[in-house]
Every structure is written in structure tokens, then in C-alpha cells.
């Protein structure tokens, strides 16, 4: 894991450490009122506004789907306001009990120190072969 003394980037550490372990409060804590959260591709593919959508129809879906999900950074990279995360999904699907892994890449837009946009480009292959989609 790339170590930086950033503001920006140790928050959206924190967003990750929160979301693994399971403190939803400590992941919207970080996020602008207004953020976009854009999901690329996957099973929770949509473009979502605000803190409520985005629960709505990405992190609670994420514990029916899933009876393991992690989702971990290897690299933060920072250019400006401007943070790309690399990191790894894995999980295994609650219904088949089957386990994936797949790379990812998170464009994460900041504005006054709470992210203003998230996009999650990944893998989503992997997910919904696991999901039996």
C-alpha cells in the first residue's frame, strides 16, 4: 500500500477501513451531500446521488448478495483533488457459495476534504459469474 501524508488520502482510507469492517456511519461520514456515485458495471451498476441512493442500492444489497465481501486497496494515487485507488474485490455469493477475485480501479473526486464523487471501475465479470448471473 502506497503511504502518503495526505488529508484527502487518509480519509479515503478510513472510508475503506469503515466499509470492511462494517461501519456503514464511518463510510458516509466522508461523503459530500451531494456525491455521484457511479458504478461502471457489475450487479449494482447505476449512477446514484446522495448518501441514501447510495445505500439503497449498493451497500445494502452487498450483505444479501454476499456472505464474505471485502474490498481492498493496494494503491492510492493522488493528483490534486483527484484520488485513484487499485485494489482487489473478493467475496463469496450467499445463494451459490461460489468465491471471486477481480481487480478494481476508484476514481474518487474530492471537495473540502469529503468525497465529492465516486467511480468504480472493475471487473464486474467476476462478480456475476460468482452471483450466477
Given at each position: 500500500?502506497?503511504?502518503?501524508h ?7 482510507q478510513?472510508?475503506y477501513d ?6 456503514m ?10 456525491i455521484?456515485w457511479?458504478e ?5 451498476e447505476?449512477r446514484?446521488?446522495g448518501p ?5 442500492n ?9 456472505s ?11 493528483a490534486?483533488?483527484?484520488i485513484?485507488?487499485?485494489?482487489w474485490f ?6 451459490s ?11 474518487i ?8 464523487s465516486?467511480?468504480?471501475i ?7 459469474v460468482a452471483l450466477?448471473?
Amino acid at each position: 500500500m502506497t503511504t502518503t501524508h495526505s488529508t484527502d488520502v487518509a480519509t479515503v482510507q478510513g472510508a475503506y477501513d469503515a466499509f470492511n469492517s462494517g461501519d456503514m456511519p464511518g463510510v458516509l461520514a466522508v461523503m459530500q451531500p451531494d456525491i455521484e456515485w457511479i458504478e461502471r458495471a457489475g450487479p449494482y451498476e447505476g449512477r446514484y446521488v446522495g448518501p441514501q441512493e447510495i445505500v439503497d442500492n449498493v451497500f445494502a444489497p452487498v450483505p444479501e448478495d454476499w456472505s464474505e465481501f471485502t474490498v481492498t486497496p493496494d494503491e492510492f494515487l493522488e493528483a490534486g483533488d483527484v484520488i485513484v485507488v487499485l485494489g482487489w474485490f473478493a467475496g463469496t455469493a450467499r445463494e451459490s457459495g461460489t468465491s471471486f477475485r477481480s481487480r478494481f480501479a476508484h476514481v474518487i473526486r474530492m471537495r473540502d476534504g469529503l468525497e465529492a464523487s465516486f467511480e468504480d471501475i472493475s471487473d464486474a465479470h467476476a462478480l456475476h459469474v460468482a452471483l450466477g448471473h
